[in-house]
């Protein structure tokens, strides 16, 4: 994948990740109001089969469209330019960033150490 999607390119795939596989009507189904043209959802749906990101099986003239990427996929690749362009490729810098915000809770606090040591022990076990 070349970049992230656009927030509308992420909302269909929300759906057809839900679906599995939709025809473009089950997609705007699944939409909430107000709900986006037939016309808008089967572009966006061509532009993502075009970044090889979905695929279809033609039923006569109706394409049933499913993804390619899946959710975690496509939200591990996420995760990992967020840290790349924002904390200099450091899950430190991260971890720094989000640690010493003032509006974390002392049990949150205690749940980012007890995942660290819990990680830690996973490491040495390996």
Known sequence: MEKELTRAEEQIM?????????FVKDIIEQMPEPKPAY???ST?????E????VDHKAYGNTYSYF???SRE????YCATNLVKRHFADSLSNLVSFFTSK???SIAEL?????????????????
């Open 73 to 76: 996929q496509y939200t591990e």
């Open 110 to 126: 205690e749940e980012i150490q007890k995942l660290i040591k819990d990680q830690v022990a996973k490491k040495k076990k390996s």
């Open 14 to 22: 929300e759906h057809l990740w839900e679906l599995g596989e939709a």
């Open 67 to 69: 993804p390619l990427l």
């Open 102 to 104: 003032k509006n974390l």
């Open 39 to 41: 016309t808008t959802v």
């Open 50 to 53: 075009k970044k090889g990101i």
């Open 44 to 48: 966006i749906i061509r532009i993502l």
